[in-house]
């Protein structure tokens, strides 16, 4: 973990960029105290509406009461 003062941040902002993109974490302080971490965005997985259509099933039993037994935990 590499830590920065802001002054040094500010002037080599590019470099710093492209080593947090190469995996590096980079620390910036303020006054000598960590202040922000550097680090990439990570792209979030495409969300498609019923991509999981189908791949489950649901027996009559989960519509069929809870044994008493169960019913007294709840």
């Known amino acids: 973990m590499a830590t920065y003062n802001l002054y040094e941040a500010k002037n ?3 470099a710093l960029v492209e080593r947090a993109l ?3 974490e980079i620390v910036i302080a303020r006054r000598n105290t960590p202040a922000v ?3 990439p965005i990570v792209p979030k997985p ?3 509406p019923g991509r999981f259509k189908g791949m489950g099933r649901l027996t009559d039993a989960f519509f069929e009461p ?3 037994e169960e019913m007294e935990g709840l």
């Open 22 to 24: 190469a995996g590096e």
């Open 46 to 48: 495409e969300r498609r």
């Open 12 to 14: 080599n902002l590019s």
């Open 66 to 68: 809870l044994p008493e």
């Open 37 to 39: 971490r550097l680090t």
